[in-house]
């Protein structure tokens, strides 16, 4: 039996670089952040003075603050991310990044795995070695789908566009470092996951990701946005959408992303503000990721376990964990 089906319903491995502004001003002084007194100095970008601690950290803007694209990328190298990560990170994560402040951790990628869950309930991991016969399955299942919607049995969303391919899938993990809260280190985990264009069956998708049992979230956050281009692929604006956002579950966080049906660019992250003791320096950090992509307007499910998840329902199914070392940053008091 083939599920209802209704309208609505590769990973990017992170290299980090250390920059040298060409506009530091060697200027040292105690300064106050949270419990911490430490050292600083100042950096001009535009006409702004930008704090950056001697942990590495930048002191966030606030929301309150206009920067220029030119500045706001200056803000985000010196928070130590890489042209080609600023490249990848929507405007809203950006703005988000600059407002809050903190250092880029550097992490690695490990345990990626691309499974496709066909209509008749069988999985099949995808590789480079094997991602052609997977495509002709779900060409196959497509085809099912499109002949239940024409039958009237069913109706899906994106079966009358006569395509079934989708864009291009990234989901990344980052880390900020936020500094030392008395005895714990500050961190913010983002789940970032693009489209390059809108997914051929468009119903409802989920991203998620948990983390070990000494970590604790104090809050968490979404955003998903679709950038369009009119016919001759020239920007014409964005448009965004507010996540059905899940943080009861003490394991993990997940939003529910109703995909919308423009062409375009869609774009989304969940993000948690977490607690580390300090006891916990020197050993290695995780946190879980998964994205959901339903076949099916009965979505998809995550089920969090500690540092992994669970993910049942028809689709494509990806996960992967982001590791760094735990407060590997200068501690100042």
Known sequence: ????????????????????????????ANSKD??????????QIGDLD?????????KGLGKSKKLSNKNRKQVLKLMRFTEEEIDSLPEELQNELVSEGGVKVDSKVEDFVHIYTDLDGNDHEV???????????????YKKIQEMSAKGKVIAAGTDLGSETDGDFTGTGHIIYRGIEGNEYGYMYYTK????????????????HTWQNHTTSIGSASDYDVRYFNGNGDPLGTIDFEPELDNSDVLGTKGEFDIDYHAGVHYGYIRDRVRIPRTEKGNTGQFASAYA?????????????????DISGLGDKWSWKNSFEIGTEKEVN
Do not use: C
């Not at 590789?127 to 299942?141: F, P, Y």
């Open 1 to 28: 039996m083939f599920p209802f089906f209704s309208k609505k319903s590769f990973i990017a491995l992170i290299a980090t670089v250390t920059l040298t502004s060409p506009l530091q001003l060697n200027v040292s």
């Open 34 to 43: 949270g419990e911490e007194k430490i050292s600083s100095k100042e950096v």
């Open 50 to 58: 930008v704090t950056v601690y001697e942990d590495g950290r930048v």
């Open 127 to 141: 590789t480079e070695e094997n991602k052609k016969e997977i495509e002709k399955i779900k060409k196959r299942d």
């Open 193 to 208: 996951f693009e489209w390059s264009d809108r997914p051929a069956l468009y119903f409802t998708d989920t991203l998620g």
């Open 293 to 309: 992509h339903s076949w099916s307007n009965a979505n998809m499910e995550l089920a969090f376990r500690y540092i992994s998840i």
